[in-house]
């Protein structure tokens, strides 16, 4: 869950109600605005430090009204990032009364910047002292979005620089800011290499990133001007057309040297695209007001829709770009009624707008247009009023917002599948059955489909057990006997995702295809359709499927269930490894109450043990053969069943603790040359002494003078002392053992061989598995097995190499461990 939180945009927070509010749990993506959650745990940061001076009075203040008024609090501010930026974040809290005296806000934290910084553009531009754009010198419209972006941080300093109609000179900069000798001596200049950061960009046609002016070659001309003006750092991006002619660069100026992160790139290219609509659009105008030859050119190239209506919302003309994504022909599209081109809800607060445009002359908005085919698209409008062939009109100018509106939309399912992901990770008390219903609700309802499924997979993955379709699927159905069990082999489209091991989109689903078989009558018809298989390690344990989805399935719904899948697979395990944690405690617990029965026992027994040092829990000899020789069957019985039982609740919580770990990256690893043959002699000598009371053979080949491995010696050693012991548990008493290293390639192959009763084949290919799979039936799918051969597994895969396993019941088993060899060259 950690995970999924810190790899979103979403903060995740929760402070006290007291003085500055100290914070009491952040999420670890608190970094992205350089602060870590140790500078908040330890004290040294308190919530309140993190708000914009200016802001600072107001947001406390309305934090303190929570408690007493409200209950929820949506606020945005501003907050100074530890590199001094200034960034504006959406704040959404909530009360959580735990008792009288912990009282916390609880809640998300978003950076809006990039919102917040288009929505001050846009309301500047429109309250300009009431000019209308045409009015507004493109130095005065460009200047103040360039002043705008200057506000994200100290020390910045922004400009816009304009390309010649030859597309060699820089012709203007505009930099209200910037020192005017420096734009003198940029100004007039032919782009090329050298000609700093924007005279390159321009020159090679893409971005320039310059961290540092003093030591880059592309500054060397003009490093002295550059000491002058203070500036240390330049950063340039293209502004292009929407038809990608090159128009200029946009540029970002440091008084310090600065290497961009991911978010930087991102605002940098938004300030270039806010720069090219508005350069673009006063191109437009300027043509317009040149000639009405140049108007029609332009008219019916420019890749944005363009729309000429009358007042009364009749079109007397449309640019071919309309035409072309429509689907229409003109005279169709001038000749229709409004109702066969745009949706009903715009068409009936099309009057409300066309008022509006009259009084302010202009207006933005968004609208969508209905193609030939039926699909709708959504636009972003700006109509102005124009004097066109004599006569009042608007003239509207849609631009395709699909990209834009996909990206909201995904942002709110992001939100979504968090808050799901949340609900999730509260189930710890609900059933198995609950648990599955409410993550295949989820998936249907993130991924926008009609329906849905989940199947879980037997244990050797031969065939899918279909726990339950959705409701809506469920509700359609017309089959009265449902298949509950798709075997593999025979199972069509819906096997794909377990035979090629990766999630399957259809989109078409009613093409003809090899891999689909057909479903009987009455089923629900699909027409499309997805399904991902969700990995424990390498097995496949489920498999989720939805279909019908309105929109092409894409990666972004397989991330979608993928994500939530594994939310559901990592509580069934969190629950099933807390079941058998249940199930061995309660079995010490009924040995320990029939010991406890015999005072006898009781008595010898634990003042005997104590006496001598031993720890009950793990000690093979806590009993002596006169004690023995006292007990009868029943109490032999139960002293087995706790020698047993703490053995396996050792091994168990060994696994979880190690599988923690592993999660959380804390386990290292110290590379070196090591020698396997001095390993494997470590490992034996721990033994010996279980060998000798075995009265075992123990059987040595290791080839002398065996190359080194790279490895970490003191993990190898663990990991051969498990498998070693793991043979001698496995071996009748005089019987033998053999451990054996070879030289094989590129690595060194060991094998430890066991005369035991062997491994039925159907279980090895899970004795590596953290959890294994006891019976099929959905009920008790999920017993928990500990495996210590899981960490074994795990150390060996970190040493670049491979563990399996040979058996035949009656017969015994080799254990093959190969690790590479260490190469002269790796010790540089």
Same mark, same amino acid.
């Given at each position: 869950m950690d995970s999924i939180i810190n790899s979103s945009p979403v903060i995740v927070i929760s402070r006290k109600i007291e003085?500055?509010?100290p914070v009491k749990y952040i999420s670890n993506n608190i970094r992205q605005f350089g602060y870590t959650p140790e500078d908040f745990y330890s004290g040294e940061l308190k919530y309140a430090d993190l708000i914009h001076p200016e802001d600072r009075k107001d947001i406390l203040k309305a934090f303190k009204y929570l408690n007493k008024q409200l209950t929820k609090f949506a606020q945005e501010y501003r907050i100074v990032s530890r590199f001094g930026e200034v960034r504006y974040v959406e704040d959404r809290v909530n009360i959580r009364t735990y008792d009288d005296k912990n009282v916390h806000l609880e809640g998300t934290i978003i950076d809006i910047t990039d919102r917040k910084h288009k929505e001050m553009i846009t309301y500047q531009r429109r309250s300009n002292a009431g000019k209308s754009l045409t009015e507004i010198s493109l130095d005065d419209v460009v200047g103040l979005l360039v002043t705008n972006a200057e506000r994200i941080r100290d020390g910045l300093t922004c400009a816009v620089m304009l390309l010649d109609k030859k597309k060699q000179h820089i012709c203007h900069i505009i930099a209200p800011n910037l020192p005017v000798f420096f734009r003198e001596a940029m100004e007039g200049h032919e782009i090329g290499y050298g000609v700093g950061s924007a005279g390159t960009a321009l020159y090679i046609g893409e971005r320039v990133i310059v961290d540092n002016i003093e030591e880059h070659p592309y500054w060397a001309k003009y490093r002295e001007i550059a000491k002058r003006a203070g500036v240390k750092a330049s950063w340039a991006e293209l502004i292009t057309s929407s038809t990608g002619e090159i128009l200029g660069a946009f540029v970002m100026y440091f008084d310090a040297p600065n290497v961009p992160k991911k978010a930087c790139f991102e605002y940098l290219k938004a300030n270039a695209d806010l720069a090219a609509i508005e350069i673009e659009h006063r191109m437009v105008n300027e043509t317009f007001r040149e000639s009405e030859h140049k108007f029609k050119t332009i008219f019916n190239n420019i890749n944005d829709q363009i729309y000429v209506s009358e007042l009364n919302g009749k079109l007397t003309d449309v640019n071919q770009v309309v035409v072309d994504? #429509?689907?229409?022909? $003109?005279?169709?599209? #001038?000749?229709?009624s409004p109702m066969d081109i745009v949706p009903s809800w715009y068409v009936q607060r099309a009057s409300e707008l066309i008022k509006i445009i009259e009084r302010d002359q202009k207006a933005i908005y968004e609208a969508a247009a209905i193609r030939k085919d039926d699909s709708v698209i959504p636009l972003e409008i700006s109509a102005r009023m124009i004097d066109y062939n004599g006569k009042k009109t608007i003239l509207s100018v849609a631009r395709d917002i699909t990209e834009r509106k996909k990206a909201e939309k995904a942002k709110e399912l992001n939100e979504s599948r968090l808050e799901a992901l949340i609900k999730l990770n509260e189930m710890t008390a609900a059933s198995l059955d609950e648990i599955a219903e409410f993550v295949k609700e989820e998936a249907v309802r993130l991924t926008e489909s009609k329906l849905g499924y989940l199947a879980f997979m037997n244990a050797d993955e031969t065939a899918l057990i279909?726990?339950?379709?959705?409701?809506?699927?469920? =509700?359609?159905? /017309?089959i009265s006997d449902k298949q509950f069990i798709y075997p593999i082999k025979t199972t069509g489209l819906w096997g794909e995702a377990v035979r090629q091991r990766k999630a399957i989109i259809t989109n078409d689903y009613e093409a003809p295809s090899s891999m689909k078989k057909g479903y009987p009558e009455g089923h629900v018809k699909l027409t499309r359709h997805m399904n991902v298989p969700i990995f424990d390690g390498d097995q496949i344990v489920a498999v989720v499927g939805v279909g019908n989805k309105d929109e092409e399935y894409n990666e972004?719904?397989?991330? &979608?269930?993928?994500?939530?899948? &594994? /939310?559901?697979?990592? #509580?069934? &395990?969190r629950r099933q490894l807390i079941g058998a944690l249940s199930k061995y405690s309660e079995e010490l617990s009924k040995a320990n109450t029939k010991l406890r029965s015999v005072?006898?026992? $009781?008595?010898?027994f634990i003042e005997d043990s104590l006496k001598k040092g031993h720890d009950p829990l793990h000690g093979y000899d806590v009993l002596d053969d006169e004690t023995l020789s006292l007990l009868d069957d029943s109490q032999k019985e139960a002293i087995s069943a706790l020698l047993k039982n703490s053995e396996r609740l050792k091994r168990l919580i060994d696994t979880v603790l190690y599988s923690n770990l592993q999660q959380s990256g804390k386990i290292e690893y110290s590379?070196?040359?090591?020698?396997?043959?001095?390993? *494997?002699?470590?490992? #034996? *000598?721990?033994?010996?002494l279980l060998i000798d009371e075995k009265e075992l053979i123990l059987e040595k080949e290791i080839t002398p003078g065996l190359p080194l491995v790279k490895g970490d010696k003191e993990k190898l050693r663990e990991i051969f002392i498990y498998l070693i012991h793991n043979a001698i548990n496995l071996t009748p008493a005089r019987s033998s053992i053999e451990v054996g290293a070879f030289d094989e390639d590129d690595h060194i192959h060991v094998t430890i061989i066991d005369t035991g009763e062997g491994i039925e084949k159907e279980l090895i290919p899970h004795l590596f598995s953290k959890i294994y799979q006891v019976e099929d039936s959905i009920t008790r799918m999920y017993q928990g097995l500990e495996s210590s051969l899981y960490i074994c597994k795990e150390t060996v895969l970190a040493h670049n190499g491979t563990i399996w396993i040979e058996s035949e019941v009656g017969k015994g088993s080799t254990f093959h461990?190969?690790?590479?060899?260490?190469? =002269?060259?790796?010790?540089?």
């Open positions: 003085k500055d509010f994504n #429509l689907g229409y022909t $003109k005279d169709f599209i #001038l000749n229709s279909m726990h339950s379709w959705s409701n809506t699927a469920m =509700d359609e159905c /017309g972004t719904d397989v991330r &979608q269930l993928t994500l939530l899948m &594994q /939310g559901m697979w990592k #509580l069934i &395990q005072n006898m026992i $009781k008595a010898e590379f070196s040359p090591v020698n396997i043959g001095s390993v *494997l002699s470590d490992a #034996l *000598l721990n033994l010996i461990v190969k690790i590479p060899k260490w190469h =002269d060259e790796e010790s540089t």
